[in-house]
Each structure stands twice: as structure tokens, then as C-alpha cells.
């Protein structure tokens, strides 16, 4: 007894140990009041950002400085507010945006670094670049571009540019709508900004139309680099090494990279009736949370369809070779399927269809979620169902051979009814983790459940209502597909009695 009572203090010794030789334990609270202050500080970035590299590259070996990438500037943001991190480094424009929603955060009076903007193209499409870059020209030549910047940055003009070219020839636009004041939502979950206005202007004087595709930052530079977008716009910065893999237009504006940190303001401290208008009632709101439902169902309706199909299928392959030896090739190859699909993180497996597998094909994003689940999905289903297919005495195989029986009858009509009962429950949770892994669907521009509540949280810049709501959602999701599940296996086994 007592070496038992050992083990909880001994485990977390160790956690403490490598927690500490890690750095993963955090630091404590570092005042920043200027560059000077970053060593040793917890510094937030959007990963793969320009700030990011800037940190990275200064202070990431600095003796405990502690640099934490999100995946959004407003996560950043809402860790700053809640202490997690000292300062955000980020772009001076999108820092007065959060700064003008936050009054409780503020903008330190100092630029880290001076850069320039610009759109980014696929290597090799010199062609659509110069088009690009004649009709920036003439934006510029005609005031529109300043007419532009004196609206959505200098806040000193009301000038909205309209797009006038919505037909003909069209061209993808990969952007990540959660930089404002160049690409955000507006109440009525229409795409505005400094870049789409200039985009429209641009566009115009090519005689094209645009599709606005939101997709996350890190991925819009893959999605141009794979044929998926023609252009990448969202506050990306000319550098050296960014030219090695892809191409930039003219540069449209200069931005400077600024600290944001936590003043002495207050937020308000909104009451829970008003923080529920805010996120949900405010604009309907709600609609991003609808719209995305019925797309992560969708996705997961007929994921959740071709797992079974293939899985069966391998299943059968596998028994088959387990059973009498058949089918050895088959088996070889559903083995390697088995292990390549178990082996590897379905976001990378998502990921590697949509940008390299359909790369030059322009497909449906929903039909690359569904494929990509679906297949992932059937490698679990297909152990589950052949440990349910072995689990049934080799005796009943026998008894239908001595009948008569072919191999497939007796599997059809003997084997499989009683090893679908012995599989449910599996079966059950392999389509529930099924439907929460659709939440990765918004890394290839898919609006679902998760990416809904995102896009609200990037609009109030709170993260407790609309995750909440979204964790509510796929809760009563899988509560009531357990309870129809648990119906149905208490039906399946009446004949038991």
C-alpha cells in the first residue's frame, strides 16, 4: 500500500521536472512598456505572420522569453485580456482594431518594424501578376486607392468601392477573414475591408469577377501554391524568404508591426443578457452557427456513409485472408491502408487531399471533407467490424459449410447480423469522434459548426459565449446519437431473452 501511495507524488514530480526543463510551464507576469521590455516576456502572434518571424528571430533565445503562436490575432488578443501572455505583436492597423472593441488594451507608442504589403501568387503565374500589378497601377494613378485608404485606415472618408464586374471569367481570392480593417465580417456576414475594396478595384481593370475564399492564414500560401486560389491576400509582408516559394504583386501599402498590451481600461463588464444579445441576437448572429451546422451534418452524413461501405469492405478482405488464406494481395494492400490512415493525424490526411491529391483539380470543399473523413473513418470501422466478424465461434462457420453453404452466404446471413450487435457501441463512438472531427474542416476554407463560432468570437472578441455555444451543440449531438444508438442495441437484443 504504501509504494501505491508513492506513485501520484513520483508522477508528478516528473510532470513538474519536464514542465520546467521544457519551459512549457509558463513564466510569470513581465511589464512591457517598450521593445526593450520583449526578452523574458510572453509574447503573442498569429502564427506565420511577419510578427511572428520578427520575435522568432530576436528574442526566441532570449533567457525566458516565452513566444506563443495562435492561430488567430484575436485569440492572441483575448489571451493578452486574460493575462495569459504580457504583449501581442501584431500589424499597427489591425492593433487599433482590437484596441477601438477592447478599451481595456492598449498600443504602445513604438514600431517594431516597417514593412510593406502585398498580394502573393503561385510561382510561374508571371501572367496573372502583371495584370495584377497594371490594374494596381491604375488604382493608384486614379485616387481610388487613396480614397480606399483614407476610409479603412486613415478613418477619414465614408468612399465604399462596389465591385462592377460580377460575371465573366473569375478568379479565387484565399484570404482568412479575421484581420480587420482589411478583411473582416460585417453585421450581415458579407466579406469588407481595405483588401476587398482594393480587390474589387483591381479586379475591375482586369474585367474579372472574384470569389472571396476564408480560409486560415497559414494555409492561404499553400492553397495559391496548389492551384487552389489564384491570389492570396491577408496582410502579407515581402520578404526574402517568403519570395523563394512564392510571388508578390506591387506592394499596395506600408504597415508597421506595433506592441499591444494590457492598459488600464475597463471593458464595460457587460451584463450576461447583454453579452448573449452581442454574440448571438446582434446582426442574427446566430446564422454562422445554423449555417454551420448544417454543413458539419452534411459532411458527416455521408462521411459516416462511405466509412461503412469501405470499411465493410476491408473488413471482408481481412476476414477472408484470416478465414481461409484468399485474397492475399488484397490483405496486403488493406493492411498498409490500415496502418498509413491509423498512422498519421486526419488534419494532415485533410490536408494532403485538398492541396496535393485534388491539387489541380477545382472541386467541391465539402466533397474533399467528405472523402477525406470517410476514408479516415474507414480504417477504425474496418478493425471494428472484423473484431466483431472474429469474435463469432468458428463453430457457426462450419455448421454452414457442412450444410452446403458458400462462404459468403454464411457470412451474410449468420456471421454478420450477430457480429453488428456485438459492434454497435464501437461503432457508436467511432461516428461520434467521427462528427468532432469535422471541426478541423475550416483549414481548407469549410464554414462548419466550430469555424461559425470563430467568426462571431472574432466580431464581439469574446471567446466564452459562442465556443460555448458551439461545445453545447455538439453535445446534444452526440448525447441524443447515444441515446438513439442505446435504443437500438436494446432492440437488437429482445430476441436475446
Not at 506595433?258 to 442574427?284: P, Q, R, T, Y
Request: aromatic content about 10%.
Amino acid at each position: 500500500m504504501k509504494k501505491k501511495k508513492l506513485y501520484l507524488p513520483v508522477l508528478l514530480a516528473v510532470f513538474m521536472l519536464v514542465t520546467a526543463l521544457t519551459g512549457c510551464g509558463g513564466s510569470d507576469s513581465h511589464k512591457v512598456t517598450k521593445a526593450k521590455d520583449l526578452p523574458g516576456a510572453r509574447i503573442g502572434v498569429q502564427v506565420g505572420t511577419t510578427g511572428d518571424s520578427f520575435v522568432t528571430e530576436n528574442y526566441e533565445k532570449k533567457k525566458g522569453t516565452d513566444i506563443q503562436r495562435y492561430d488567430k490575432g484575436a485569440d492572441a488578443v483575448q489571451a493578452l485580456k486574460q493575462g495569459k501572455i504580457d504583449t501581442v505583436v501584431i500589424d499597427d492597423q489591425v492593433a487599433k482594431a482590437f484596441a477601438e472593441k477592447n478599451p481595456d488594451i492598449k498600443i504602445l507608442d513604438e514600431d517594431l518594424v516597417v514593412e510593406q504589403y502585398a498580394t502573393v501568387f503561385a510561382k510561374g503565374n508571371d501572367e496573372l501578376r502583371e495584370k495584377f500589378n497594371k490594374g494596381l497601377a491604375a488604382i493608384k494613378a486614379d485616387g481610388t486607392l487613396d480614397k480606399i485608404t483614407d476610409t479603412w485606415i486613415n478613418k477619414k472618408g465614408k468612399y465604399h468601392y462596389k465591385k462592377k464586374v460580377k460575371n465573366g471569367p473569375k478568379l479565387v481570392i484565399a484570404s482568412s477573414i479575421d484581420f480587420p480593417p482589411y478583411e473582416s465580417f460585417d453585421g450581415k456576414g458579407d466579406i469588407v475591408g481595405f483588401d476587398v475594396e482594393m480587390l474589387y478595384a483591381v479586379t475591375d481593370h482586369m474585367g474579372v469577377s472574384v470569389e472571396i475564399q476564408n480560409i486560415q492564414f497559414d494555409s492561404i500560401i499553400a492553397a495559391v501554391d496548389a492551384g487552389k486560389a489564384d491570389i492570396g491576400v491577408s496582410g502579407f509582408t515581402i520578404t526574402e524568404d517568403r519570395k523563394k516559394s512564392i510571388d508578390f504583386s506591387d506592394s499596395y501599402i506600408d504597415t508597421a508591426q506595433v506592441m499591444l498590451v494590457k492598459g488600464s481600461g475597463s471593458d464595460g463588464a457587460a451584463s450576461f443578457a447583454e453579452k448573449i444579445h452581442n454574440n448571438f441576437v446582434k446582426d442574427g448572429r446566430w446564422h454562422y452557427l445554423l449555417r454551420g451546422l448544417g454543413i458539419t451534418l452534411l459532411i458527416t452524413f455521408f462521411a459516416v456513409i462511405l466509412g461503412i461501405l469501405f470499411g465493410f469492405l476491408l473488413a471482408v478482405i481481412r476476414v477472408a485472408y484470416d478465414k481461409n488464406g484468399s485474397l492475399r494481395f488484397l490483405n496486403y494492400l488493406a493492411k498498409l491502408y490500415l496502418t498509413i490512415v491509423r498512422g498519421t493525424p486526419v488534419m494532415v490526411q485533410l490536408l494532403i487531399i485538398y492541396y496535393v491529391v485534388f491539387a489541380s483539380v477545382n472541386i467541391n470543399k465539402v466533397f474533399v471533407a467528405v472523402v477525406a473523413f470517410g476514408l479516415n473513418s474507414a480504417a477504425y470501422v474496418a478493425e471494428i467490424i472484423r473484431s466483431g466478424i472474429m469474435s463469432i465461434d468458428d463453430g457457426q462457420f462450419e455448421a454452414g459449410k457442412s450444410l452446403g453453404l458458400k462462404f459468403h452466404t454464411v457470412m451474410i446471413y449468420v456471421i454478420l447480423p450477430q457480429a453488428f450487435k456485438n459492434v454497435l457501441p464501437a461503432l457508436a463512438n467511432e461516428f461520434i469522434s467521427l462528427l468532432k472531427e469535422t471541426s478541423i474542416s475550416g483549414y481548407i476554407g469549410l464554414s462548419d459548426l466550430t469555424r461559425g463560432g470563430q467568426t462571431i468570437q472574432s466580431l464581439t472578441y469574446d471567446a466564452l459565449l459562442p465556443l460555448g455555444a458551439v461545445a453545447i451543440v455538439y453535445l446534444v449531438l452526440v448525447v441524443g446519437l447515444s441515446t438513439l444508438v442505446g435504443k437500438l442495441e436494446k432492440n437488437l437484443k429482445k430476441n436475446e431473452r
